[in-house]
Every structure is written in C-alpha cells, then in structure tokens.
C-alpha cells in the first residue's frame, strides 16, 4: 500500500481545491502584518464605520479595523487547529499502535476507554471544565486534544492490526526485533499516510470547536478569533454592520473547514482503493 | 423489510407539502386583539426573573418591577414627587423619630379580604424576622417597633434617624397580607398562587420559567379603578431583536441599544432616556504601594482620557465620569468637584513628585520599572484595554488580564489586585455613596482612612434636613475626590422605545429603591 | 450489536461522567460548597441551609464518603438546586427538555432521511455531473458551522425578510390553540430545525453515498443484475437497503454532535432548550445547574447509543446470525 497520499490529493479536484483554500488561509495568517495596516487590537474612534478604503471591512464596536482581525484570528484558528491536531495526533499513535502490537487485557481496556470517550459530546465536557477553569490558550489546547485523541487511535489501532498480521512485521519479531523497534521501523511508515488523514481530521475538529467556543464566550477573550468576532458581531446584528463584520468571519471560518474538509476526503478516497478508481472530485 | 420508495422526487414532495402549511400562515402583520386597552406586551431580554412574589423573584431591579403590579408600598412616586398608595397621609416625628402613616381604608387584597394597619404591622415584623435583599429593617435603615393604633393608622418608630427612609423603606417594602403569611415560617416554601396575593392593580395569570414569560391580568376592584390596559404581558426576545421587534409591532415597549434612536423615532416610536443610574469604575487597591499615595492615584485619573473612552468603548453614548461619584445630571451633584481633566503632562510631574522617572518609555524607580496589574470580568475588555493602552502612553506598564467575574471578585475582596474595573448602580440616592465607599465587600472601595470622609458619610445618612443634606453630600464628592480611593470611569445612556399606547416614564430617583426602568405600576392605572 | 463488551465501554463513560461531575468542584480551590454554589449565593444562603448542605454532600467526610453520598442522592433523584431559578435543578432541565427534542428529534429524521435520499442517489450516478455537483455542494454546506448557518438564516429570513419569528418557540399568550397553535410552533422552530439539519446532512450524505459505493461492488449486486431486476428494485431494494445500515448505526455517536449543535442554533434563536439553558447557567455560574445538565446530556447519548446498539441486530439479520 505505497501510494504517494501528495500526488493523489494533487491530482483530484477536490484536493486541488481544498489545499488552495487552506493555503490561502495560511497565508492570511502567516502574511497578516504586511497585507493589514492596523494593529488588531488598536481601538479607535471610528466605530461600527461601514466598508471604506482606510477600512476595507469597516470598523467594529470599538473601532477596531475588522480586515485586520480577520487576517490575524486565522492565526489563532491555524494555532489551535494544528495544537491540538498534533497533539491528539501523537496520543493517538501511542495508544493505538501500543493497544495494537501489546494486545491482550492493555489493548482491552485501552480500546473500552477510547470508545467510552468517543460516545461522550465533546462540547459538553469542555463547557463544564470551563465553567470552573479559565481555559487560556495552552489550556484549551491541552483540554480538546484530551477529548479529542479516541477517534484517531481506534483507526491506528485497526491499521496497525492489519499490518501486524503482514509478512515482514512477523518476520521481524522472529528475528527478535523489540516491540519499540518494530513499531518504529515497521508499523509507523506504513501508517504515515493514515495519519496523516487523521490529522487532517483532527485539524479540522479543532478549528470548529475553538471557533464554536469562542462563539459561546469560552476562550481567551484578548485573542482575536473568528467565532469571538462573530458573538460579538452578533450582539449588533439589529444594524446593517453584520453584513460586513459577521458574514466575513463566517465564511472565513468555513472556508478554512471547507478546504479541510476537501483535502480530507481526497486523502480519503486514496486510501481506499473501493473508492478509486473512477474519481469524480 | 417493507419497500421504500426513497425517490429524491417523494422526500421533496413531503418537504414541499410541510412548508405549504407552514407559509400560508406566514403572513406579516398578524390577527392579534390590538384593541388599545386589551393588552400590553413588554419586551425583555432576560426573561425570567422569578415568580413575582417578595420572597420568589430575583434581587434584582427587573425583579422588583414584576412584583410591583402585584405588591404595593406604604408610599409610592411619580415622575416627579412622592404620591400616597396605601397610606394616604404621613407625618415625621422628630422628637419620637416616628412616621405616623394614615392608611387608606377602601383597600382590598386580590383574595377579596380587607387590607388593614394590622397587615403592615405584621410585614415589617415579618421582614425583620426573614430579610429581603432591598429592605433592611435591622440597623441603621431599621424599624425598631410598628404599631397600628387603630384599623387604618399604623406607626413606625425608626433606629435612628435615616434620611433616605421615605424612599429606601417606606416607597420599597411590599406589604403581605397577615392571613396569608402568618405562620409561614419559610417564606420560599409558599410557591402557589397564594403568594401573589397582593392589593395591586394587577393579579398574575401566568409565569413561565423557560419561557421567560409573564402574563398580568387586571384587578378590577381595585381602589382606584379599573386599570388602563387588561392584560400586561413580558416576553423574552434577545437585545439584538428588540428593536426589529418594536419596529414590527409584536411589542409595545422594550429598552433599545442607543445606536437605534433615530431610527425608532423615525417609525414613530416614543423613545425615553434614563437618568443616570449606574457607573462604571477603576477600582484601586490603596492599600498597596504605589497605589496608597494619593498623588499616584491623582496620576493615574490625570492620565486617563474619560471623553475618549466613552467615545471609543462606548460609540459616545456615556457620559464621562466624575471623580465625585455622583453624576452631573443629578440633582445632588456639586460642579465644583474636582474633575481630573486628561492632562498627561500634570500625571508626569507627579509621577516624578514621587519619585520616578522616564527610563526608555516607563517609569521606574529606584531601579524598578512600574508596572501595575488589571483585572476586570471578560464583559470589561474593551474598557481595560483602552486604561491598558492609556496608561502605558503615560508610561506605567500595565498587565491587563480578563478572569472569571467572580474570580475578579474574590481576589478584590482579598485585597490581591492593583487595578480593576467594577460597575454599580444605585446612584440616585446618596446612601449609596456610604456603602460604596467605606462598608465592607468586594463592592465597596473600603475606604476608611479619611475620617473627615467617614464623619461625612455617617452624617448624611441620619441628616433630616434636604439643605443640610446636601450642602454634606456636596463636600462628600469634594473630600472624595481629592482621595479618590477609586475612579469612577463613565456613566452609560440606557433608552427606552415604546409605541405611546400607555404613558410610560422614569420614576423619581428609580422605582422604589431606585430601579431605574420605565415600567411605574401608575401608568397603566387612570 | 449490544454485548459485554459495548456494556464495559458504557459503564466506564458513565462512570467517567459522574467522576467528572463529582470531581470538578471538589478540585477547586476554596470550599467545594462555594465552588458548587457560587460564592455570590453562599453568602445569601442561610446557615442551617448551608449545614444542611453540608451534611448532605458530606463535605466534612473523606473524598470516597462523599462520592457515596453524591451516587445516593442521584438515585433518589436529587440532581441538587438552583439557586439562580430558585427551583431543583431537576425541574428546571426538564421544563426545557421537550423543546429540544423537538428541535432535534425532527432535525434527525429530516437531515436521516434526505440524507439517505440524497446519498444513495449519488451513489449510483457516481461520477455523473449530479453526482458531482451534489458532493461538492454537501461537502461545502458542511464546512459551514451550525450557528453561521443559524445567524445567516435568521438575518436574512427573519430580520430582513421578515417571514419567520425572531425568537422563542411560540408566540406568548398569543390565546391560540389546537391547528394554529401547532403552526405557530412549526413557524418558530422552522429556522433553528433548518439550521440543524443542513448542517448535519452532508455527513449522512457522504456515509450514505461510500457505502452505497461499496455495496455495488458486491457480488451479490451482479447476480441481481444478471437476474435482470429493475434499475428501481437494484437501486433502493437491494442497494439502498443496504446502504442506510451503516448511517443507523452512526447515528447514536452523531447524536452527540446534534446535541452540540442544538446548543449554538438554540442560543442563536434564542430557543427555550436545554441548549439556551446550558448557555444561560454559563453566564450566571450556576454550578449546580451546570452539572445537572451534563450529567443528563451526556447520559442521554449514551441511552441513545445503547439503544442503537439494541435496534442493530433487528435491522441486520447478518449480525445476528454471526453470534
């Protein structure tokens, strides 16, 4: 199974598409500073202003420049989404290839946990834990990687399964080779392109939830990011401004989601050989 | 298993058939009573705020105001006086420091009983006994003993002189009926209909936790007639929809963001400005150095630009705040208060009068570069930002940081902050300023240092003469504001729209105690 | 299919939840009473309330004690009270259950069944123009989050337009009832059940779709063929049928995410869910209120998903067979 997952997302519609959203996205990010002229976070007089040429967005409640904010909360978007991506991401691989090749009653109880995790909502748990922390970045980081790492770790698991079954991995543990050895040298490059679907799912799981917390007023409150400028537009949504502050950040949000969504399901699709073969997108 | 026929074309038929039931009732405009007196129907964003009953409703202002169709007070107020309610005359004492009150005797509660001295009687021992959030009848506002000295003629007898009684005690304490409240040793375990059993102009018919909803039914034996509108409903709506709300005419009244004023009197709509009410403050440890100078806490007001922080955080619809506490619009405000104009020249000289001096943009002193902490509730964040911002132009370093309000609180209470930004109301009645200044609480800048201070705000409490309680209420914001032991940042413009159906106003110095919203019982009485 | 193992793995949620539940105020500095109350109510409360309290949650026993008597109370139902509405927290959830298992009862069907549609339509055109078309389309509708869609919806449909209610589930004291009032109810929650399912459809549309992929493949799809069945009996009797398994089976996990959803589109609407409750008790700190709705949230998708587990081997008589 040594597919190039890069050429195969390249070469299909959607991935070309999505990837050319998320390297959009990136860049706003990443070129925030040279594509806007104001501080983000630099109040002024002129509030609410509507869409002009020294505000191409126009202005929000407190005069802030809404472009601005916009180019730099797909930084705290990107920032938490790949945190938290990671993270899960590597928790996901530790206990999905350990309950795989250890097996037996560690590989039970992992999986019972994982699977209890997986049924609990997500938002649920992080709305109460929030409720008596303050969660800041690092905290909310580490807090939605916790609830976040079950689903991966069940696939890694399964396609450990499968491998540890295969010829060269047997071999290998005949010849004597440790677990920690056969893991590293055997299971985990021939895993590396269903991690990488993983991670792109978890990338995107985390960039709604922040967005969806910071919506509910969960968050730090000092970060720009799209979900806050969207209750705070919200609160002014009896005036024409929504237009230009809400509907912005909105579509920013699901075009960042969108493009995951896309080079997902084209990494997807070139995993699964019953799904090739006649691509449509 | 059963055939399915699950055609695109089917499931689109069913979704098509669902909605042509739905949109013909959809028309705009709909058939609704709207005879004028028939019903009223007040919007709220909130929504519930407690059975309205003394014991059940919520402490707080909106609260109060449900309960005010149902309860009555011994003495009530219009937009501009004190009127008789259930008392028809009273007389002040001054040698006894006893209010006579001469009860009105046509007075009946809802349940049909009379309503007599030995009902108010009984409340004020009840309240003794059960406190409620807005009365306190033990202490220096208290009652030491009531006796009615016949049917309609009941006398109070104060713990000491309390200038603020008629408004504070006499214009906010509902009267329970005896026969009903008697015995009830748990006032929140009467939870039925016979807890809104009141003498009121209006019974309740309906109340709705989820909802948010309230229906009032008028009481036509009420003693002065029947009341103007026959039903008064509270609905839920959210801020933001309130004024499209209006606009629709789904609701008759509701409060409005100042951003659409014009708008609303532009569709004909009767838009209502409260007297200020509420202020938002710095609160300053003076406790801790550098802040327990008052020099430096002079800076800092100095260096703090108020007009632009209500332009900027506040769109321009506040007004600034003065150092005295009291606002300017209010009757008891003393324009010789010193005002603090923004002058980061004047902030500098004194910083340096202190001792420190620019280094590289800040402030430092003896090797330290000042810095100071700024805790507020994340609903504070534009306004810590801008001090934030303001301060560190002057050149002090501030850590701004938005923690859980009652974090705030708590560590304020412990005295484990520098800065912090608070916000009350309560600012008609001067009693207000003692309890903010020096009592205790994390809402209070327990301040007590200044003893002219403290002698000053004992004495405007007991004052009975309105002359000479204000000539000490003027030298209060004076000496105050020479201290200033916190800053008093802005005063925000909250508005009312109503479509003019009923004549809705802002009470005298808040409903009761001072609540400032717009719904006086009085107006929908003839 | 419901078996030893699935019940180890509901047990351990449930026991996970109650632990949280249990541990996240006694974690907190300070007295676990003010951290289950909220300082602001303690101080308003009356001493023999607070002993009583006191003596219920045992706070002045060791940590396993309490976790005793916090298990007790929940099985006589005492889920603790709120002092903000100043009724048991049990009474104040179950005031606002109904409205969102309206909400979210009929976003399910609706978004299960033109998913399902949808999906097995695309699966067999596969790789046609509508096939296309459709996928991209549902797959850019899923990026879009819940409460964008919400707030797009009411802005233009309800503010701007005008047809639709601004909020609330019924119009108050309106005096309808019976035809109308049930249209009143529809009209208020057409925007948030909207809102709900175009945001949860695509992921049926594309499980849907994948499986009815697979299913095919399968050689049992060649023998029909070769029968010579219909393109109507291929496409829904034997294809179809089989496809809408695995969407069944998801369902109880993706109950969660609707639950989630409920919550951004009922604080958008301002709908009197559970939802807008969870939001409001979050505003307000009401920690007793907080918890209660957790702990009834969460142990209501796992009965879901129980459930589910129950249902699967009626509607797969393969499962059934293979035990």
Known sequence: MHISLKKEIERSNAGRVGLSLLLLVIAAAVLAPLLSSYDPGQQSVGSLLSPSGSHWLGTNHVGQDIWSQLLYGARTSLMVGFGVGIISLLLGILFGVSAALIGGLYDKIVMRVVDAFIVIPMVVVVILVAAYIKPDLPVLILLLAALSWQGGARVIRAQTLSLKESGHINASRMFGAGRFYVAWRHVLPDIVTILLVEFIYGVRRAVFMEAGLAFLGIGDPMLVSWGMMMRDAMSFSYLDVWQWWLVPAGVALSLTIIGLTFVSHAAEAALDPRLRGAEVA | ?526 | MLNRRNLVTYSIAFLFILALNFLMPRMMPGDPLSAIYGDEVLVAMAPEFKAHLVESFALDEPMWRQFGAYILALFQGDMGYSYYYNASVFSVIIGSLPWTLLVVGSSLVLSTLIGIALGIESGWRRGSRTDRTMLAGLMSLNGFPDFFLGLVLLLVFGVLMGIFPLAGALTPYSGLSGFSLVVDVMKHMALPVTALTLAHLAGVYLLTRNTMITVLKAPFMLTARAKGLSQRRLKYHHAGRNSMLPVLTVTGIWLGRLVTGALFVELVFAYPGVGYLTYQALLTRDYPLIQGIFLIVAIAVLIANFAVDLLYPKLDPRVSYAH
């Open chain 2, 1 to 526: 298993m059963t055939h399915f026929r699950l055609d695109v074309s089917r499931v689109a038929i069913i979704i098509l058939a669902i909605s042509l039931l739905v949109l013909p009732a959809c028309s705009p405009g709909e058939a609704q009573d709207s005879s004028q007196m028939d019903s009223y129907t007040i919007a709220d964003a909130t929504g519930d705020w407690g059975y309205p009953s003394p014991y059940l409703r919520y402490s707080r202002g909106p609260g109060y105001t449900r309960m005010q169709f149902i309860f009555e007070t011994l003495v009530w107020k219009s937009a501009t006086d004190f009127v008789p309610q259930l008392a028809e005359e009273w007389e002040y004492d001054e040698r006894e420091n006893a209010y006579t009150f001469k009860l009105r005797d046509d007075v009946t509660w809802h349940d049909g009983e009379k309503f007599t001295a030995e009902d108010v009687v009984f409340t004020v021992d009840y309240i003794k006994n059960h406190p409620d959030p807005f009365v306190t009848l033990i202490g220096p506002s208290g009652i030491k003993e009531a006796v009615a000295s016949d049917d309609y003629t009941v006398k109070l007898y104060l713990e000491q002189s309390y200038a603020p009684f008629l408004n504070d005690i006499a214009g906010t304490m509902v009267i329970i009926p005896k026969h009903i409240w008697e015995g009830v040793d748990d006032p929140k375990s009467l939870t039925g209909p016979e807890a809104v059993i009141g003498t009121g102009p209006y019974t309740l018919a309906d109340y709705s936790k989820e909802h948010g909803t309230y229906l009032y039914q008028a009481y036509d034996n009420y003693y002065l007639g029947e009341p103007v509108v026959k039903e008064i409903k509270f609905v839920r709506i959210s801020e933001e929809m309130i004024p499209a709300a209006l606009e629709k005419g789904s609701v008759n009244a509701g409060d409005i963001p100042p951003e659409v004023v014009a708008e609303m009197e532009a569709n004909g709509l009767t838009v209502i400005t409260a007297p200020v009410a509420w202020n938002a403050k710095l609160t300053i440890n003076h406790q801790k150095e550098p802040l327990s100078d008052k020099g430096f806490r002079q800076a800092l007001a100095c260096a703090i630009d108020r007009e632009a922080l209500v332009q900027i955080t506040q769109r321009g619809h506040a007004i600034a705040g003065s150092p005295g506490m009291v606002p300017p619009t209010s009757g008891w405000y003393n324009p010789d208060t010193p005002q603090y104009e923004y002058d980061p020249a004047k902030s500098r000289q004194l910083l340096e009068e202190l001792g420190y001096r620019l280094e590289d943009d800040y402030f430092t002193r003896d090797g330290q570069q000042l810095e100071l902490e700024l805790i507020a509730a994340a609903d504070y964040k534009e306004i810590g930002q801008f001090i934030k911002q303001q301060l560190e132009q002057l050149g002090i370093k501030v850590d701004f940081q938005t923690l859980e309000a009652k974090a705030v609180d708590a560590r304020v209470e412990a005295w484990d902050f520098d800065l912090s930004i608070y916000g009350h109301g309560g600012l008609y009645e001067p009693s207000i300023l003692k309890r903010v200044i020096v009592d205790e609480g994390f809402n209070s800048a327990r301040y007590t240092s200044n003893e002219e201070l403290n002698h000053l705000l004992e004495g405007q409490l007991s004052e009975m003469d309105p002359e000479k309680r204000k000539d000490l209420v003027f030298q209060i914001q004076e000496v105050y504001a020479e201290d200033l032991p916190a800053l008093t940042l802005y005063y925000p413009k909250w508005y009312w729209a109503h479509d003019g159906k009923v004549n809705l106003y802002y009470t005298r110095d808040g409903i009761a105690s001072g609540v400032p919203i717009p719904l006086n019982r009085m107006s929908f009485v003839k």
